[in-house]
């Protein structure tokens, strides 16, 4: 979006807030783009405001934030049943201070948006404001035009709806870049075992291509399936170069051709093994990834 200009006298706190802003709205989108444009309608509404009659700026904004994302993810619903394929997250290039908070990495991660689609609007909302945010039912309650009562009510069968379908068992960085080394050795020497090795029995491949670049059609499961699948393509991918990154706060691969990225690759482990594999091929969902993204979980006090 676009600077909000200096001499405005809203442009200093929405400016003091804006990481912080955007992660919401992309916890609740799923979507970099569409946060963005949130953030814009945000800032137009922030101008019109009456600053002197706000007594929690931080409050104020975030509750504007999560109207418009949640106006915005209703039409997203609507635009990813015409989708072509199976529809991921739109990855981001994230800082390392974005892992060392492991709340904020853990909810951003490929897997845990892809738990939070499963959600109704207004129960991602909730969801994502009390148990990433932090923030008070009263305030939930403000933002999703629903009474305090009925927020609690939410945030419970929300909570119980991802905990039933979030990771088991924690995963450390340094099993994920093991997991990703053995892929590249795969792709190297032509030996799928030592992937193969990893996947789960029940392991989802899950492709990307927005009817724009070649992906799987639709989700192909079980570990021999997957490793069929990928054995496939490993002479394409041994012809690009494979560079490990971060995405979304976690050990994730860059596959580029011509120094162009062509595919986003990230995991999802369970027990140990991985459970999903994600690939990123759709180039409007790329667009985030020439620079880090700046996430917060909180802001300055007001």
Known sequence: MATPPDEHPATEAFLAHRNLLFTVAYEILGSAVDAEDVLQETWLRWVGVDLAAVRDQRA??????????????????????????PWLPEPLLTAPDVAEDVELADSISMAMLLVLETLAPTERAVFVLREVFDLGYDEIADAVGKTPAAVRQIAHRARVH????????????????????????????????????????????????????????????????????????????SEGALQPTQINGHPALLLRFDDEIDTVLALRFDDGLISGLYAVRNPAKLSHLDQETSLRRTGPAS
């Open 60 to 85: 104020y904004l975030v509750q504007i934030t999560t109207r418009q994302a949640l106006g915005r993810l209703r039409t997203l619903g609507r635009r990813k049943e015409s989708y072509v394929g």
């Open 162 to 237: 991802v905990a039933e379908r979030r990771p088991r068992g924690a995963v450390s960085a340094a099993e994920t870049r093991d997991a990703l080394a053995a892929f590249q050795r795969a792709t190297e020497t032509g030996d799928l075992q030592c992937l193969v090795d990893l996947l789960a029995p029940d392991v989802v491949f899950l492709g990307d291509g927005g009817g724009v670049k070649q992906a799987v059609p639709r989700p192909i499961i079980g570990a021999e399936r997957v490793s069929r699948v990928l054995a496939a393509g490993l002479r394409r991918i």
